[in-house]
């Protein structure tokens, strides 16, 4: 009996004379990775459409285009900002009634002051806005602060 040491790929057997084109169509697309553009990710620029499901779920949107130039001495302001009309349409997703008032937990954010406030709202944040503080005060509510007002 003769141990069998070396066995030979898939990928030589699914293709050349007689073997069928196991659901490849013509046999010389399906000759190692050519006709996908590339294992991995290659092939998954401009314009490769048959990638382009694959690495949006992925990958997000972010993936394709350009997304600015930063110099390299230049660093990216990256601190998250939310607008005050934004928590105020959103307040079930962004906090909790406590009687009359909305308790809201935005640590990480910086509050602006764009749109109107009509509830009151105690906002935990990391910065936020004049134009903010003073509509969510003229309201009835509050803004407490990790980091001072910016001038």
């Known amino acids: 009996m003769t141990i069998k040491t070396h066995?030979?790929?898939k990928s030589s057997r699914m293709h050349g004379h007689g073997r069928g084109t196991h659901g490849y169509g013509e046999r010389k697309k399906h000759k190692h990775s050519g006709h996908k553009g590339g294992k991995g990710m290659s092939g998954s620029g401009k314009r490769a459409d048959q990638k382009k499901t694959l690495v949006l779920k992925l990958y997000g949107n972010?993936?394709?285009g350009k997304q600015g130039v930063t110099s390299r001495r230049t660093a990216r302001d990256t601190?998250?900002?939310i607008n005050i009309d934004t928590?105020?349409?959103n307040l079930e997703t962004y906090g909790k009634k406590e009687g009359?008032?909305?308790v809201i937990n935005l640590e990480n954010y910086k509050i602006?002051?764009?749109?109107n406030v009509k509830s009151k709202l105690f906002i935990t944040a990391k910065e936020a806005s004049k134009s903010a503080i003073e509509k969510i005060e003229k309201a009835g509510g509050q803004i407490i602060l990790s980091e001072p007002?910016?001038?």
């Open 112 to 115: 602006l002051g764009n749109g």
């Open 87 to 89: 928590i105020e349409k």
């Open 79 to 81: 601190r998250q900002r």
């Open 62 to 64: 972010d993936y394709f």
């Open 7 to 9: 066995k030979r790929r």
């Open 149 to 151: 007002v910016e001038e």
């Open 100 to 102: 009359e008032k909305w």
